[in-house]
């Protein structure tokens, strides 16, 4: 049973920075890509930053590029997002995924379904003005 748990979410004001963290355990080794999703209140989930199974390739959706770095420490069965600059539109729920295809693209990962791959439970991140 595949599990992904997120944490380091909190309340920061904004300029401020964050870094969530997300524990993979049941997986049949490293060669996934994994990412991290955000869904704010009334809006639509939406693919943050992904990465490959090695790291080598990242993707970052247009309003983090610059912001945001996600990175992944394979011996740990972990992924990381470290959140620089957060603005209060970076608000939402925050959830690590992992997509079941072995060495595949990280810029593919918006097309995540329950069928191909798995999400965490999500942790809260708040941005005040």
């Known amino acids: 049973q595949v599990q992904l748990v997120e944490s380091g979410g909190g309340l920061v004001q904004a300029g401020g920075s964050l870094r969530v963290s997300c524990a993979a355990s049941?997986?049949?080794?490293?060669?996934?890509?994994m990412g991290w999703f955000r869904q704010a209140p009334g809006k639509e989930r939406e693919l943050v930053a992904s990465i490959s199974w090695r790291g080598g390739s990242t993707y970052y959706a247009d309003s983090v590029k610059g912001r945001f770095t996600i990175s992944r420490d394979n011996a740990k069965n972990t992924v990381y997002l470290q959140m620089n600059s957060l603005k209060p539109e970076d608000t939402a729920v925050y959830y690590c995924?992992?997509?079941?295809?072995?060495?595949?693209?990280?810029?593919?990962?918006?097309?995540?379904?329950?069928?191909?791959?798995?999400w965490g439970q999500g942790t809260q991140v708040t941005v005040s003005s």
């Open positions: 995924a992992v997509q079941m295809e072995t060495f595949g693209r990280p810029e593919l990962m918006h097309r995540l379904t329950p069928t191909t791959g798995y």
């Open positions: 049941g997986l049949t080794g490293s060669s996934y890509p």
